[in-house]
């Protein structure tokens, strides 16, 4: 990934988090642990830097404006009525991880393939995509911590970062995130389509580089092996890491399928309950 735009004179983050793909179910497990931290004297809004790939996204975008995250495990009623989602693809996320998992292809000729898998895909309006998620984050503005969000371009396959000096509206850089190909629709944006962060990595690890104390939040860690995690965070040299996962008992409530909205809120008291535990590890790790 190139380099991330920056504000000028940003200093190296002290403290950075990294928030990352999940779907529905991993966006409420994470706001779970968030809110679940934060009741217990630890809030991951303080850091220095935090970095949001599609489900990271929406909570990072809400953490980054000090916002509380509960309201990501029940959205109200009326984002559905307004801007009903499409019926996602199920198969749409399989065939797009073997695409990924393709050993014939190097990985942005894999990424450009999964970019065709996502234009040809019917999966509403783009406008219906960015309202939605205009409503989920009721924040219209870059917050003034720094938060960097991440997509992928449909056509060259190569990763892009927004942040505030990108001039993108935030609701749009949080929908061109989420953009899951065969679930949502590849959002526009000067004129290039873009889609899902995860597609070139579910944390985009390295996008911490330099900070004292790296946490990683993965909630698809349980479904989607990390291989190239290890290689992230070598990038990234950072001095501490803590990488936080879904537990047994957190994996059985998410189940299989990212996209079950019967699990949303399961999946949120999931996450608040594993705070308890995550806590005392991120002050042992000196957050």
């Known amino acids: 990934m190139s380099d991330p735009p920056s504000d000028e004179g940003e200093p190296v983050p002290g403290r950075a988090v990294v928030l990352g793909a999940g779907g529905i179910v991993g966006t409420a497990w994470t706001a779970g642990l968030v809110s679940g931290l934060r009741r217990e004297g630890t809030d991951l809004g303080r850091a220095d830097l935090i970095v949001g790939t599609s489900a990271g996204a929406i909570v ?102 927004w942040d505030r000096s990108s001039g993108v509206p935030l609701p749009t850089a949080v929908a061109s995130s989420t953009a899951m190909p065969g679930a949502y629709p590849p959002i526009t944006i000067d004129g290039r389509r873009y889609m899902d962060g995860g597609i070139r990595s579910g944390t985009n690890a390295d996008l911490g580089a330099g900070a004292g104390v790296l946490v990683v939040v993965d909630p698809f860690a349980h479904l989607f092996p990390r291989n190239h995690l290890e290689r992230e965070l070598a990038a990234a040299r950072v001095r501490r890491v803590v990488t936080i996962e879904p537990d047994r008992d957190a994996v059985d409530v998410l189940g299989p399928d990212p996209l079950d909205g019967a699990r949303r809120r399961p999946a949120y008291r999931a996450g608040e309950r594993q705070a308890v535990e995550v806590a005392d590890r991120l002050r042992r790790a000196g957050w």
């Open 60 to 161: 990072g975008a809400l953490l980054a404006a000090g916002d509380d995250v509960e309201r990501l495990a029940d959205p109200p009623p009326f984002l559905e009525q307004e801007n009903p989602p499409p019926e996602p693809d199920r198969a749409g996320p399989a065939s797009v991880l073997a695409v990924l998992a393709d050993p014939t292809l190097d990985p942005e000729a894999a990424r450009r393939r999964v970019g065709r898998l996502a234009c040809d895909a019917d999966t509403g309006t783009e406008q219906a995509h960015i309202a939605r998620m205009g409503s989920l984050i009721a924040v219209r503005e870059w917050p003034a911590r720094r938060l960097l969000i991440t997509a992928v371009d449909v056509d060259t396959g190569e990763p892009v970062v």
